[in-house]
């Protein structure tokens, strides 16, 4: 159940605008370079650069999933800021859009082609993949 007098306040901002914003979570979870963490209520300030990864937020015991490709995350007074250069909601993802672009990186991999940008494919396959992680139950 939510804290209602230390509600957590989370804004997920990209330059296409305010991604996800509530006023009364209960808890948030990312992934740094130094791996996952949790913020509650009452956190100690902080700031992280984020990987790629699915945020997790939770409130009032059910969880909103937002795919999160890099950023940062500041935490201060009971608010949480993640600014990132692309963020989706799970709900807003094309699952079958995420598949192929899962199948074409794998592909392009596997090719071991001069002609293919190695990393851009790797970068590719890491994006398909924490939109399929996001879409799951």
Excluded: Y
């Excluded at 015991?61 to 600014?83: D, M, Q």
């Excluded at 001069?114 to 494919?121: G, L, T």
């Amino acid at each position: 159940m939510a804290d209602t007098q230390n509600p957590i306040v989370v804004e997920i901002l990209s330059p296409d605008g305010v991604t996800f914003s509530d006023d009364s979570i209960d808890m948030v979870a990312a992934r740094a370079a130094d791996g996952e963490f949790a913020i509650m209520k009452n956190h100690l300030p902080l700031a992280a650069a984020l990987e790629t990864c699915v945020v997790r937020v939770k409130k009032g015991g059910k969880e909103r999933k937002i795919a999160v490709f890099g950023g940062f995350l500041e935490v201060e007074n009971n608010k949480v800021n993640i600014i990132s250069p692309q963020a989706e909601l799970a709900e807003s993802i094309d699952i079958a859009r995420a598949q192929a672009a899962e199948k074409r990186a794998r592909d392009r991999l596997s090719s071991h082609s001069k002609d293919i940008d190695m990393e851009r494919a790797e970068r590719a396959l890491q994006r398909a993949m924490i939109r399929l992680q996001a879409t799951r139950k």
